[in-house]
């Protein structure tokens, strides 16, 4: 029998950031029942409409307010807002970011929240700040002057509202600003604000290396521990 060479496959991302072979894609998520799909595509339909290219492009150099509160078992800082969070003034509100389905899934509330339910994330204990406070339409339009300059930000932030834990959403930032190359997903050594911190991994959908089962079981292992 003629031996065959193996296909190479391009790589791609499906519809939440997981990397896949083109032509062989993974099995289809399953979504729970056909009125509830109904109704996030509906959803997601008005907030597409809702915000214009427009008011992305108005959106640069905005900033975005600390979703701060007492009692908070984690803060979690990401790395500046993006268009879509500036545009909407909410915490990581572009469709395609995977933070709330990680939550969601991992455990830290019961039920997917949209990022206007401010309310209802304080509640389950979580807050969110930035590291760069101007909006970008990519972290790496950042200079790392500026990533390394909001690391005090935060620590202040941390002492004033004593988090449980303070978590940072991306490991290049994390390195760039601390200059701990070392770094990796999970518990780290130092301190932040005299709280306990952790680093996980950026859930941009941009970020194809980490998969959603991956990020959800690195958000849950924050949570258990």
């Given at each position: 029998m003629v031996g065959v060479a193996p296909q190479r496959f391009r790589?791609?991302?499906d519809d939440l950031g997981r990397p896949?072979?083109?032509?062989?894609?993974?099995?289809?998520?399953?979504?729970?029942?056909?009125?509830?799909?109904?109704?996030?595509v509906t959803c997601l339909t008005v907030l597409l409409s809702?915000?214009?290219p427009a008011d992305l492009?108005?959106?640069?150099?905005?900033?975005v307010p600390d979703l701060v509160g007492p009692g908070?078992?984690?803060l979690l800082v990401g790395i500046n807002p993006g268009l879509w969070s500036a545009a909407?003034?909410?915490?990581?509100?572009?469709?395609?970011?995977?933070l709330w389905p990680v939550l969601h899934l991992a455990g830290w509330t019961t039920r997917r929240l949209d990022p206007s339910e401010?309310?209802?994330?304080?509640?389950a204990g979580i807050g969110i700040t930035n590291l760069v406070r101007r909006a970008t339409a990519r972290a790496d339009e950042l200079s790392p002057a500026e990533i390394r300059a909001g690391l005090p930000a935060v620590e202040s932030l941390a002492a004033q509202w004593q988090p449980g834990r303070v978590a940072f959403l991306g490991l290049g930032a994390y390195r760039l600003a601390t200059g701990d190359r070392r770094a990796t997903v999970g518990p780290l050594e130092r301190e932040v604000g005299g709280r306990p911190a952790w680093l996980l991994p950026n859930p941009s959908g941009l970020n194809a290396s980490w998969q959603l089962p991956r990020l959800v079981d690195a958000s849950a292992a924050l949570r258990l521990a």
């Open positions: 790589r791609t991302r896949r072979h083109k032509g062989k894609p993974y099995p289809p998520v399953r979504r729970g029942s056909k009125e509830r799909e109904t109704r996030e809702a915000v214009r492009k108005a959106a640069a150099g905005r900033t908070m078992s984690v909407r003034g909410l915490h990581f509100a572009n469709p395609s970011n995977r401010t309310d209802e994330l304080l509640a």
